[in-house]
C-alpha cells in the first residue's frame, strides 16, 4: 500500500490527526547466494529488497501496544508488563517478541499504537519475518531513546541481533543471521558479503550490465518453525562435533576448508550428516567465488555457482522440494538464463534467476505455463529492485 493510504487507514482506525505520527520501515531480502551457511559461521552475499514492511505508529500514554495490519482482520492489545504471554498469537508474536526481547535488554519499551503493512510476501522465502522484526526494533528503539532523552545513533547492528533473539526466543526457530542482517543493513543496489561468524562484511554493487534478477513465486506456503530447518541446524552441530576430533581448533564448519574437510571427512560416521556438512563446506567456498566473479565481471561464472548451490541444497542438504526444482530447472531451459537457484530456507517460497533484459518476457511465460502445467500451482514474478535498509522514514 502506499504510504499515504496507510496514514489515512491508521487514522480511519485509531483517530486523532497526522501531528503526531511515525513511520518506520525494513525491507525483506533474496539471498543471492550461501545458504544454510550462516548459522555455521560461513559466508552468505544476499540484498535487501524494496518490498518491505511499513509500520505508522502513535505512543499512547498507557502502557498497552495495539497491533493492527492493512491486511488483517486482527487485532492485538498486549500489556507491556506481561510480554511474556503472547507467544501463541496467530499474527502478532514476532512484533510482540521484539518488546519482550528489547526489555530484557533493558530497553524502555513504550505503549503504542501501530499500524502494519507488508509488501513481502508472506511465507515466500524472503523475509517477511526479519522485515517486522527490524522495523519494530528500529521503532522501540526510537522510542526508548526519546523517553530517556539519548540521542545517538541507531546501531543496525544491533537491531538485527535483536530480531534473530526474538526469533530463537520468542518465535522458537533457531535462525541464522542473514536476514535480519541483510534488512537492517541493506544499500541500494548493492549485496552484502557477510562473515556470519565475525559480522565482518563488504558491499558489492550490483551491476548487472543488461540483466535482471528475477524472483519466481512457487506460492507454496513453507513453515519455517514446523519444518526441517531446526533440525538441519542440529545435523551441523553433530558434524562439526565429529569433525572436531581431527581438527580440534575450529568452532564452527563456516571456519573449516575444502581440503581441511576431504582430509577429516571420514570421522563424519552418519551418512546423513555428512551430507549436510558437505553443502556447507562447498557452499561457503561457492560465496568466495561469486563473489569474486561479481567483482570481475563474470556473470557467467556467477550463474553457474548459482546452479551448483541449487543442485546442491536438492541432493545434499534436502530443502528444496519439487516445486523449486521445477522453477529452477524451468528456468535453466530459457536461453539468456544465467543461472537460477531456490533462495532462503527452501521447502517453498522462491527461486531468484539471473536473467538477459531481452529474455525476461520469454523467461515469465515459458516458466510459468510450464510449471503450472507441472505443478498445478501458478507462480509469481518479480522484476527485483534492490533497496536500502531499515529506518525511520521522516
Ligand atoms: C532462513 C533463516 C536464515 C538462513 C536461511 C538459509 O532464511 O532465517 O538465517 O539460515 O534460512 O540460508
Not at 542473514?178 to 562484511?201: E, P, R, V, W
Not at 519455517?224 to 562439526?240: F, T, V
Not at 516445486?323 to 530447472?329: H, V
Request: charged share 30%; glycine share 10%.
Amino acid at each position: 500500500m502506499e504510504l499515504n493510504k496507510i496514514i489515512d487507514k491508521f487514522i480511519e482506525i485509531y483517530g486523532g490527526d497526522k501531528s503526531d505520527l511515525r513511520v518506520f520501515a525494513s525491507p525483506g531480502r533474496v539471498n543471492l547466494i550461501g545458504e544454510h551457511t550462516d548459522y555455521n559461521g560461513g559466508f552468505v552475499f544476499p540484498a535487501a529488497l524494496t518490498m518491505k514492511t511499513t509500520i505508522v505508529a502513535r505512543k499512547r500514554k498507557d502502557n498497552k501496544i495495539v497491533l493492527r495490519a492493512t491486511d488483517l482482520p486482527d487485532v492485538v492489545e498486549a500489556d507491556i508488563n506481561n510480554l511474556d504471554n503472547y507467544r501463541d498469537l496467530k499474527w502478532g508474536n514476532y512484533q510482540i517478541g521484539i518488546a519482550y526481547e528489547m526489555q530484557n535488554r533493558g530497553f524502555d519499551i513504550v505503549g503504542c499504537d501501530l499500524l502494519y503493512d507488508d509488501t513481502v510476501p508472506h511465507g515466500g522465502g524472503l523475509s517477511s519475518s526479519a522485515a517486522i522484526e527490524v522495523s519494530t526494533a528500529v521503532m522501540f528503539k526510537t522510542f526508548s531513546d526519546e523517553k530517556n532523552g539519548i540521542k545517538e545513533e541507531i546501531d543496525m547492528v544491533e537491531m538485527a541481533k535483536i530480531g534473530q533473539m526474538a526469533e530463537h526466543n520468542y518465535v522458537g526457530v533457531k535462525c541464522g543471521i542473514m536476514d535480519q542482517f541483510a534488512s537492517a543493513m541493506g544499500k541500494k543496489d548493492h549485496a552484502i558479503f557477510l562473515d556470519c561468524k565475525t559480522l565482518n562484511y563488504e558491499y558489492a554493487p550490483l551491476a548487472f550490465e543488461g540483466k535482471k534478477l528475477i524472483l519466481t513465486n512457487t506460492n507454496k506456503k513453507h513453515s519455517l518453525g514446523a519444518s526441517k530447518y531446526n533440525e538441519r541446524r542440529q545435523e551441523c552441530e553433530k558434524g562439526l562435533e565429529m569433525l572436531k576430533k581431527g581438527l580440534p581448533d575450529k568452532n564452527f564448519l563456516g571456519e573449516i576448508s575444502i581440503e581441511e574437510f576431504e582430509a577429516n571427512k571420514h570421522l563424519i560416521t552418519d551418512e546423513i550428516v555428512l551430507k549436510r556438512v558437505t553443502h556447507v563446506i562447498y557452499e561457503c567456498d561457492r560465496v568466495l567465488k561469486s563473489v569474486k566473479a561479481l567483482k570481475d565481471g563474470d556473470m557467467v561464472s556467477f550463474g553457474k555457482y548459482m546452479n551448483q548451490s541449487h543442485d546442491s541444497l536438492k541432493d545434499l542438504y534436502e530443502v528444496t522440494g519439487d516445486e523449486l526444482d521445477t522453477l529452477a530447472y524451468e528456468a535453466r531451459k530459457i536461453d539468456g538464463v544465467l543461472g537460477s537457484r531456490m533462495t532462503g530456507a527452501g521447502f517453498g517460497g522462491c527461486t531468484v534467476s539471473i536473467v538477459d533484459e531481452n529474455a525476461v518476457d520469454t523467461f515469465i511465460a515459458e516458466v510459468g505455463k510450464n510449471y503450472t502445467e507441472k505443478t498445478g500451482i501458478v507462480p509469481s514474478f518479480y522484476v527485483t529492485e534492490i533497496g536500502d535498509g531499515g529506518r525511520e522514514i521522516k
